[in-house]
Antibody, heavy 118, light 111 residues
Framework: EVQLLESGGGLVQPGGSLRLSCAAS????????MSWVRQAPGKGLEWVSG????????YYADSVKGRFTISRDNSKNTLFLQMNSLGAEDTAIYYC???????????WGQGTLVTVSS | QPVLTQSSSASASLGSSVKLTCTLS???????IAWHQQQPGKAPRYLMQ???????NKGSGVPGRFSGSRSGADRYLTISNLQSEDEADYYC?????????FGGGTKLTVL
């Protein structure tokens, strides 16, 4: 059974940092591209960042470029998102998502809530 | 990069059928898209991928009541024999070499 379990969310002050993790199981993690997708309260889905199966290629939405860093540890089946210089606009549920061979997202984690507030 | 356009809301009666639309922007009409369902308070769930040919591939456990199709730049999700649990937000997704895009979502109300 595929499982994606996010952790690391919480309350952080504006300008602060947070590191999200996503523990994957039930599939060959090292063969799958992965992404982070967020959802602000009452809003739609917004793709944040993606990483290739090997980790060599990374991609970012303009809204987070230069502030967020995606990475993965294929030896530990874990995806990460380092978030710096956080602002109120980054408040959202952050979902870890698995891609089908560089195509559609075919599985979602349960999400972790990030709240940026003083 | 592609842009996906969805109607903000739709409604249909219990037991009837509804067809949701996702429209690809100009120059991207052949793109593959995916449909996702998000029930209230839950994470999104993958439903299917709709190819440029109109063929579709459903995710594991997705009921037979759900189907996909296309016409030009439009991609459709049809839900037959609507059930109360189908009341949810529905998002389409597409991608290219270095980005992913989601439509704004359609809120489906089952009357």
């Amino acid at each position: 059974e595929v499982q994606l379990l996010e952790s690391g969310g919480g309350l952080v002050q504006p300008g602060g940092s947070l590191r999200l993790s996503c523990a994957a199981s039930g599939f060959t993690f090292s063969s799958c591209a992965m992404s982070w997708v967020r959802q602000a309260p009452g809003k739609g889905l917004e793709w944040v960042s993606g990483v290739s199966a090997t980790g060599r290629s990374t991609y970012y939405a303009d809204s987070v470029k230069g502030r967020f860093t995606i990475s993965r540890d294929n030896s530990k089946n874990t995806l990460f998102l380092q978030m710096n210089s956080l602002g109120a606009e980054d408040t959202a549920i952050y979902y870890c998502a698995k891609q089908i061979a560089g195509a559609a997202t075919d599985f979602w984690g349960q999400g972790t809530l990030v709240t940026v507030s003083s | 990069q592609p842009v996906l356009t969805q109607s903000s809301s739709a409604s249909a009666s219990l037991g009837s059928s509804v067809k949701l639309t996702c429209t690809l922007s100009s120059g991207h009409s052949t793109y593959i898209i995916a449909w996702h369902q998000q029930q209230p308070g839950k994470a999104p769930r993958y439903l299917m991928q709709v190819e440029g040919s109109g063929s579709y591939n459903k995710g594991s456990g997705v009921p037979g009541r759900f189907s996909g199709s296309r016409s030009g730049a439009d991609r459709y999700l049809t839900i037959s024999n609507l059930q109360s649990e189908d009341e949810a937000d529905y998002y389409c997704e597409t991608w290219d070499s270095n980005t992913r895009v989601f439509g704004g979502g359609t809120k489906l109300t089952v009357l």
